[in-house]
């Protein structure tokens, strides 16, 4: 009997436990060396000043809205294709939240969508606070051409990397901050890299990250300098503002650091995962998503366009072979709590078309060449019967 594939999941070493256990046994569970020491090794390797630790992808964009003064009263915008956590951000800050459609080659926000949608806006008066740029599957937007249209009207730009820490743009790493106000990644098990739950914030702007890493904390600042009330004793701490617990463990930093040092690696496998389906389906008519030219993906997801309204069939055929594909995502206008009207569902031809035929084959660094070539041989026996 063959053993289930699923789309994603981590790859955990010797070196990775040994690092959590060693952790387990030195004096700071929480709040010590390694938390800082992740934080400093994941600035570094995507090339930007700050990176503020803690405790999931969704918690980073909460407090990327939060610090970047997203409130009651703004708009934010996002990408129509993400997971929920893209627009929800938005929610907890008191905001309302309006989405763009997509680009059907890529998956992630149309161009042109965004700038009618801006030219609308201007119009009406009601440009967004902020907007949510999503790097579907690991492969960038075009941030070049987003920073270019969204910065002249002083929109903020937050860049959704949950899938994408590895990936590069214009030869630098997602996360470097050169288009951005911010860039966000999650450590989720099944992404790049895992600290089993975990999240980064990465900026270039000091005082963003000042304010980042309090309100990850309640709020709450011990530095001197930073004292409303100087020359106090040791103990002395102010609650500034009004934050979170949203820390991330040195259990889970220890993680994180052990894996981080293996990213590149991973990536190249996922990359040679991704060449061998593009390889076996480019005679059959089957597309993947297609890649930005100006740079090279994480390959976090590998989605395929199945034509004419099949991927349910096809996705259940495969799983009745124990092979269990994903749908990243249903539109999230379509989710119950942020459902649209159905003449509005219309406007959105590029999601709607995405979400008839999208389905994420696996890809995680240790698939074996016999399993990805039994999900290849099953799929292609589905879609020529
Ligand atoms: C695009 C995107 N944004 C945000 C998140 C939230 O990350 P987390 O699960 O770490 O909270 C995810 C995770 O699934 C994601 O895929």
């Not at 800050?93 to 806006?121: E, M, V, Y």
């Not at 730009?157 to 288009?179: M, N, P, R, W």
């Not at 035929?357 to 020529?384: C, F, G, M, T």
Request: glycine fraction near 6%; proline fraction near 3%; charge should be negative.
């Amino acid at each position: 009997m063959s053993t289930p594939i699923h789309y994603g999941k981590q790859q955990i070493d010797q070196d990775d436990v040994q690092a959590v256990v060693d952790t387990l046994n030195s004096a700071f569970l929480t709040q010590g060396p390694q938390v800082a020491q992740f934080e400093r090794s994941l600035a570094n390797y995507v090339g930007c000043k700050h990176a503020i630790a803690c405790s999931n992808g969704t918690a980073a964009l909460h407090l990327a809205c939060l610090a970047l003064a997203v409130e009651q009263g703004d708009i934010v915008w996002t990408s129509a294709i993400s997971f929920v956590a893209s627009a929800n951000c938005a929610l907890y800050c008191g905001a309302s939240i309006s989405f763009i459609d997509i680009d059907t080659n890529t998956g992630n926000i149309s161009l042109t969508a965004l700038a009618n949608k801006l030219q609308h806006a201007e119009k009406t008066n009601s440009l967004p606070k902020a907007i949510v740029v999503v790097h579907l599957a690991g492969n960038s937007c075009d941030m070049q051409a987003i920073h270019k249209l969204c910065h002249p009207l002083g929109i903020k730009i937050i860049e959704d990397a949950c899938h994408a820490l590895g990936a590069s743009y214009q030869g630098a790493k997602v996360g470097c901050g050169k288009y951005s106000d911010c860039c966000v990644f999650s450590f989720h098990p099944v992404k790049s890299i895992t600290s089993a739950e975990g999240g980064m914030i990465t900026t270039n702007d000091s005082s963003l990250a000042k304010r980042l890493k309090q309100l990850a904390s309640h709020g709450i600042t011990k530095e001197s300098q930073d004292l409303q009330q100087p020359g106090q004793p040791q103990w002395y701490y102010e609650q500034q503002s009004l934050g979170y617990n949203y820390r991330l463990s040195d259990l889970q930093a220890a993680l994180g650091l052990s894996q981080l040092a293996k990213l590149d690696t991973f990536i190249e496998r996922r990359q040679q995962i991704f060449n061998n389906y593009q390889e076996a389906f480019n005679t059959h008519k089957l597309s993947l998503l297609k890649q930005n030219e100006e740079g090279e993906s994480a390959h976090h997801l590998v989605v395929i366009l199945i034509p004419n309204n099949q991927r349910d069939a096809v996705y259940q055929q495969l799983a009745d072979k124990k092979i269990h594909c994903q749908l990243h995502y249903m539109p999230i206008y379509r989710q119950p709590f942020h459902r649209i009207s159905d003449a509005e569902i219309e406007t959105f031809s590029g999601a709607e078309q995405y979400f008839s035929s999208a389905l994420s084959l696996p890809v995680y660094p240790d698939l074996s060449h016999q399993q990805q070539q039994r999900v290849i041989e099953s799929l292609l026996e589905i879609v020529n019967e």
